[in-house]
């Protein structure tokens, strides 16, 4: 058997054509890179780092889809602004007959009986020129409202009083304006159940503030 023949034989990715020589007893291997199993069967190393950040991407967008972290509520500041606390002992910070504190001087009294009032008012009225010792050096409350101020004014402050009370106080009055009614708001202090603390803004006929009174009061008149 002399002569040359063709064998082929196939591998992956590669077909081998061994070219046999009988005589020569040599065997020639010819190469031929198959195109088609090279691109089905080996992706393209560029593509595959493609594909692989596509899968990234896709992932992280999914967590980001399904993510349940609650929207942020926002709270106006007019909200928080418009609560009021209710009145309390640092309220009745006023300085008078020797005390910054209406309920101190109150507890350094002999009762009910021994207390006096505290006011802010004017010097040109009947009060001042009856109990001028009553009349505090301060000019407004520890909440900011002074005389004058106006009936909104003393109730965005305040709250809506517990008490409105037609209270014609004449000893208040002063250059044409007259004590109408009071507004008052009051604090009770567990060391002295037989009192309750009020706190009474008097308005004239403009509805603004006329006298500022701090007071004890029995608590059979807590209503």
Known sequence: ???????????????????????????????????????ATEPDAGQSETN????????????TEDSTTPAPVEVSGSTENSTILPLSYEDFNVNGFGYSNYVDLYGAGNGYEDVERISIM?????????????????????????????REQVIAAYGDPKKEVVYKNKAYNHDGLES??????????????????????????????????YEAILMKWYK
Do not use: W
Request: charged letters at 20%; aromatic letters at 12%; a negative charge.
């Open 122 to 150: 004017t010097t040109n009225c009947t009060a001042y020129t009856e109990y001028p010792d009553q009349m505090s050096s301060d000019t407004e409350t520890l909440r900011g409202i002074k005389l004058g101020h106006s």
């Open 1 to 39: 058997m002399h002569g040359k023949y063709l064998r082929k034989i196939q591998l992956p990715y590669l077909h081998f054509l061994l070219q046999f020589d009988h005589n020569s007893c040599e065997a020639t291997a010819i190469v031929a890179e198959s195109e088609n199993a090279s691109t």
């Open 180 to 213: 109408q009614y009071n507004l008052c708001y009051c604090y009770i202090d567990e060391r002295y159940p037989e009192v309750f603390f009020n706190l009474s803004f008097s308005m004239d006929q403009n509805d603004n503030v006329l006298d500022i009174c």
């Open 52 to 63: 692989a950040e596509t899968e990234r991407t896709e992932t992280t967008e999914v967590i």
